[in-house]
Nanobody
Framework: QVQLVESGGGSVQAGGSLRLSCAAS????????MGWYRQAPGKQRELVAR???????NYADSVKGRFTISRDNALNTVHLQMNSLKPEDTAVYYC?????????WGQGTQVTVSS
């Protein structure tokens, strides 16, 4: 079992910045990737960014150049620095941990960007 606790999020005006953090505990040795997904009202959950073992990262095209994911393996945390936020970034953001068989989710944190 892996437990994920998120922090950060909130409300910001367009052009502003926010930083999300996620701390993993439990069977952390089984994690091979950590990342962030988001879900806006009426839309499907989508990948925002992911940090894979070995250091590679993946980003949604819509956030490339604005968001940066970083992972601290020593502290079992993953962060998402979000700059130049847009109203379309408004969503519930979920931390995700991928293991050999399956994945785990955080409880979600709301990000609201006003124009």
């Amino acid at each position: 079992q892996v437990q994920l606790v998120e922090s950060g999020g909130g409300s910001v005006q367009a052009g502003g910045s926010l930083r999300l953090s996620c701390a993993a505990s439990g069977s952390i040795f089984s994690i091979n990737a950590m990342g962030w997904y988001r879900q806006a009202p009426g839309k499907q959950r989508e990948l925002v960014a992911r940090s894979n073992d070995g250091g590679s990262t993946n980003y949604a095209d819509s956030v490339k150049g604005r968001f940066t994911i970083s992972r601290d393996n020593a502290l079992n945390t993953v962060h998402l620095q979000m700059n130049s936020l847009k109203p379309e970034d408004t969503a519930v953001y979920y931390c995700n941990a991928r293991v050999i068989v399956g994945e785990y989710w955080g409880q979600g944190t709301q990000v609201t960007v006003s124009s």
